[in-house]
T-cell receptor, first 109, second 114 residues
C-alpha cells in the first residue's frame, strides 16, 4: 500500500507558483521521497527526489519538512504543459514504488 | 540513450485467454518493474525483476508472471484473463535497487479484456 497521502486535486492559474503537498508520516531516516508526474496518455515521468534538505532542479523544487513527515513540490511558474497527475512516493525496499491516487493539477489559462 | 519502449500499444483479448506484454529497458538498467493502472487510479506495483530474478511482488495472483532477459528486455505474462485485468500496463527500468535510482517508464500497453 502507498505510504503517502495527497489531495485529490488542485488548481492553479497559469504562470503562478503551485505548491503540491504530501504527507508521509511513517517515513524513516533512510527513506527518500520521490515525485513523479503523469501527463495524459503517457507513462509517469520523474520530477524530483530528496532525503532531508530542500532540492532544486530545472523542473521543480522540493521542500521537505524538518521532521520529514511532509513535503511540498513547488512548481515556480505553472504552464499549461504542467497539467498532470502528480505522485508523491516513499519507496519500499528495493526502490519499489507503491503509488497512491496522486494530485490532479489543473492549470487555468 | 534510448527510452523505454513497450509493445504492443493496444491489445484486445477475451476472458480466459493468455497474454504476453513486452518491454525494452534502457541499456545498462538491471531493474525492471511492472505496474497495472486502472482508469482513474494510480499505477499498482505488480512485481520487480533485478538481474533476471524476481525481487518483489505486489498484491497480484500467480497468474501474473514475468521474465527478464540479459538483453534488457522483459515480459509480463497474464494467464486466464479476467475482465478486471483490463488496464494500462506500464513497465519502468532503473539502474539498480538504490532509493536514488530514477525509474524510467514506458508509454504502456492498453489491454482490453472482453
Amino acid at each position: 500500500d502507498a505510504k503517502t497521502t495527497q489531495p485529490n486535486s488542485m488548481e492553479s492559474n497559469e504562470e503562478e507558483p503551485v505548491h503540491l503537498p504530501c504527507n508521509h508520516s511513517t517515513i524513516s531516516g533512510t527513506d527518500y521521497i520521490h515525485w513523479y508526474r503523469q501527463l495524459p496518455s503517457q507513462g509517469p515521468e520523474y520530477v524530483i527526489h530528496g532525503l532531508t534538505s530542500n532540492v532544486n532542479n530545472r523542473m521543480a523544487s522540493l521542500a521537505i519538512a524538518e521532521d520529514r513527515k511532509s513535503s511540498t513540490l513547488i512548481l515556480h511558474r505553472a504552464t499549461l504543459r504542467d497539467a498532470a497527475v502528480y505522485y508523491c512516493i516513499q519507496p519500499n525496499t528495493g526502490n519499489q514504488f507503491y503509488f497512491g491516487t496522486g494530485t490532479s493539477l489543473t492549470v487555468i489559462p | 540513450e534510448t527510452g523505454v519502449t513497450q509493445s504492443p500499444t493496444h491489445l484486445i483479448k477475451t476472458r480466459g485467454q493468455q497474454v504476453t506484454l513486452r518491454c525494452s529497458s534502457q541499456s545498462g538498467h538491471n531493474t525492471v518493474s511492472w505496474y497495472q493502472q486502472a482508469l482513474g487510479q494510480g499505477p499498482q506495483f505488480i512485481f520487480q525483476y533485478y538481474r533476471e530474478e524476481e525481487n518483489g511482488r505486489g498484491n497480484f495472483p500467480p497468474r501474473f508472471s514475468g521474465l527478464q532477459f540479459p538483453n534488457y528486455s522483459s515480459e509480463l505474462n497474464v494467464n486466464a484473463l479476467e475482465l478486471d485485468d483490463s488496464a494500462l500496463y506500464l513497465c519502468a527500468s532503473s539502474l539498480g535497487l538504490a532509493f536514488t535510482d530514477t525509474q524510467y517508464f514506458g508509454p504502456g500497453t492498453r489491454l482490453t479484456v472482453l
